[in-house]
């Protein structure tokens, strides 16, 4: 299972801080507890052992500056966790004017 997650700082206007989670469906939820929900599951590796996601193509996260983007993978979320099978891989930005 791959998870995704969005560490959403305070300040944001009109977003609550906290943490949303990628669905399959590819929209945000917020989340309160309980178990992670996947973005997918039964993922299989290639040959190279890469697998591929695309979780920010045509997202504007313009008013997003600070969060954190994670993804992790496991065969559940507290293996996952446990194995520290997860990183940070893109943190939100400020636009530079050329």
Do not use: C
């Not at 977003?15 to 989340?31: C, D, F, H, T």
């Amino acid at each position: 299972k791959v998870y995704v997650a969005a560490l959403v700082p305070a300040g944001i206007a009109r977003i609550p801080a906290g943490i949303y989670l990628l669905e399959a469906n590819r929209g945000w939820s917020y989340y309160g507890g309980g178990p992670l929900r996947e973005y997918v599951s039964n993922a299989t590796l290639d040959a190279t052992q890469h697998y591929f996601v695309s979780i920010l193509e045509s997202a504007d996260l313009s008013g997003l500056i600070g969060t954190r983007i994670v993804v992790g993978y496991g065969t559940d979320e507290q293996e996952m966790l446990g194995a520290e099978r997860y990183r940070e891989v893109y943190v939100v930005q400020p636009e530079t004017n050329p």
